[in-house]
């Protein structure tokens, strides 16, 4: 069983940063790919970013435009998501969620979910 915990999100203005982080605990973290959501108000949960297992990255390229970068520390068990020139439009919960020896961009690929961390982000 794999336990993650979101933090970093807060307010932040337009064009501003962010990183957020997802610490996991109770498995084998190396063995895990991890990716990062997100779900607006009245809106579906969209796939952001995921780092699988060996470091390989894929993005939503149209959410992210180039300004995301998704890594992880497995010293740490943590995987972070670096977020730059932050628009209205990424406003969200931000949520992690890990699946062993995969990176999908599929909800449904993946067994454990974090609680979520807000973004806001004023114009």
């Known amino acids: 069983q794999v336990q993650l915990v979101e933090s970093g999100g807060g307010l932040v203005q337009a064009g501003g940063s962010l990183r957020l982080s997802c610490a996991a605990s109770g498995g084998t973290f190396g063995y895990y790919g991890v990716g990062w959501f997100r779900q607006a108000p009245g809106k579906e949960r969209e796939f952001v970013a995921a780092?699988?297992?060996?470091?390989?990255?894929?993005y939503d390229e149209e959410s992210v435009k180039g300004r995301f970068t998704i890594s992880r520390d497995d010293a740490k068990n943590t995987v972070y998501l670096q977020m730059n020139s932050l628009t209205p439009e990424d406003t969200a919960v931000y949520y992690c969620?890990?699946?062993?020896?995969?990176?999908?961009?599929?909800?449904?690929?993946?067994?454990?979910w974090g609680q979520g961390t807000q973004v806001t982000v004023s114009s």
């Open positions: 780092i699988g297992w060996t470091g390989g990255r894929t």
């Open positions: 969620a890990a699946q062993k020896y995969g990176s999908s961009s599929r909800r449904n690929d993946y067994q454990y």
